[in-house]
């Protein structure tokens, strides 16, 4: 029934609403809390950068995958503490199965790879770009969603597969602009935090925990770090111990505290050696302070960081061996990073590194006159057909209107069918950046 609201006012006549006007509810136009559209002027600046994430994962021979952005939530369920746990976009479907929008692409990668098990051929070498969601109090005011690039190898053991993706990485941020003295990469290993907490007997299972916890050094007081530390198991001494070498910047002071038999000395001198082959060895320190905030690393592990301080990380990775096994997979060693499309943006503005990208059309296509509105669609037919853009003008306008919309479109060409011209099987051509006009032959226009 048409819900009819007496406006009042007592209006007749013209002003007064037709009866029984559909009751219109203003929608609210703006998108939902902490997410974004993409009017055209943002979608160009996303395709280029996807365009550009796409193009390093070509160069590397990376294939691209995609999965749901509905995944089950017990994907995503880990006992560490994680933010990325808190803030789960989860909820119970109409058929009652706990579901959750993918706050990253990482389990969803592995939970293919198993799912193709021994059908795919390794090392894997799989990318892809996809957008994650987390539900956070808006008091924060941040985003909830966000599109993350991802490059992962599966099935290389040896650093050699870490050094790969730094060098994509790097490749990505040359192939922009950036430099080594915009931005820079912290590199540790896990591995040094697992010999010192195996030196205070802290149990395994409690590692990913105190991973996720270091994590927050320098985000939230150390008194707090500490307290939550010893809920985790820790003795006074190793958290002070503990500390201590996270605050470690060099390979060598590193040595002198572990020994130079462990497997975190050999793994990232390896590394920083094959930095030195690659030739990127300006982009990357050792800092023995870098954990990442995500449980299931195991070795390596890596995050972009501009050098002036200002921004949040812009990348990060890291080895992560046994994420396989946990979903019931078999043992396969894996490493991989996430590449956030918002820090990256915020960094191309501080560094007048945004792209001038604007809207492009090759010819504007227009008919004379009414009659020839079929004529211009052919003409418009022939131009695609030899792969060339035609913004069609679709209703009789007057020719200024043409000429304005041109400008507004950026054509380069304006084509008007008249009927003079049509009956000698011609139309005439203006290139819009010089003026000049010609008429041409329908079967010689190019
Ligand atoms: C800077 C930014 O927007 N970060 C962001 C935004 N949305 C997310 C959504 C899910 C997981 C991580 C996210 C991270």
């Known amino acids: 029934a048409q819900s009819h609201t007496d406006r009042g006012g007592g ?16 929608i609210d136009v703006n998108p939902p809390k902490g997410t974004r559209d993409f009017p055209p002027e943002d979608m160009r600046l996303r395709s280029w950068l996807f365009h550009n994430f796409r193009e390093v994962s070509r160069l590397f021979g990376f294939e691209e995958i995609d999965f749901p952005v509905l995944e089950s939530e017990a994907l995503f369920i880990r006992k560490a503490g994680e933010e990325i746990r808190d803030q789960l976009y989860c909820f119970e479907d109409r058929g009652n199965r706990r579901v959750a929008l993918r706050p990253e692409l990482t389990p969803s990668l592995a939970r293919l790879v198993i799912q193709k098990g021994k059908s795919a051929p390794l090392p894997l ?13 808006m008091t924060r005011g941040r985003r909830r969603e966000h599109y993350q690039w991802n490059m992962d190898i599966i099935g290389v053991p040896e650093v050699t597969a870490e050094a790969e993706l730094l060098s994509s990485i790097i490749t990505f941020f040359k192939r922009i602009g950036v430099t080594a003295s915009d931005v820079g990469f912290k590199v540790s290993s896990r591995k ?17 925990r105190v991973c996720v916890i270091i ?61 030195e082959k690659f030739g990127y060895s ?5 800092d023995a302070s870098v954990v990442r905030g995500l449980a299931y690393y195991t070795g390596i592990v890596f995050e972009g960081f501009d050098r002036e301080g200002k921004l949040r990380a812009i990348c990060g990775g890291g080895r992560y061996d046994k994420l396989l096994s946990t979903f019931g997979g078999d043992d396969l060693p894996a490493c991989g990073f996430g590449f956030g499309d918002a820090v990256i943006v915020e960094l191309l503005k501080e560094k007048g590194l945004l792209p001038k990208l604007d809207h492009q059309v090759e010819n504007i296509v227009c008919a004379l006159d009414g009659d020839l509105q079929g004529a211009a669609a052919a003409v418009a037919t022939i131009l695609r057909e030899k792969n060339q853009s035609v913004d069609l003008v679709l209703e009789s306008k007057p020719l200024k209107w043409v000429f304005k919309r041109a400008a507004r479109i950026n054509a380069q060409r304006l084509i008007l069918v008249g009927l003079d011209e049509w009956q000698k099987g011609m139309v005439s051509v203006k290139i819009l950046s010089s003026g000049e006009q010609y008429e041409v032959k329908l079967v010689e226009l190019e």
């Open 125 to 137: 070498k799989w990318f892809a770009i996809g957008q994650c969601w987390r539900y956070e109090r």
């Open 215 to 275: 994590d927050k050094i320098g985000k939230i007081p150390v008194e707090d770090i500490k307290k939550d530390l010893k809920l985790a198991g820790m003795s006074k001494v190793a958290i002070e111990d503990l500390l201590q070498v996270l605050s470690i910047k060099s390979l060598e002071k590193l040595e002198e505290i572990l020994g130079d038999s462990g497997e975190a000395i050999s793994d990232l001198r390896q590394l920083f050696s094959l930095a």
């Open 282 to 286: 300006e982009w990357i320190q050792f």
């Open 192 to 208: 040094v935090l697992q010999e010192v907490l195996r030196s205070y007997s802290v149990p395994e299972d409690s590692f990913g």
């Open 11 to 26: 209006r007749t006549g013209a002003l007064a609403p037709p009866p029984f006007a559909d009751e219109v509810q203003k």
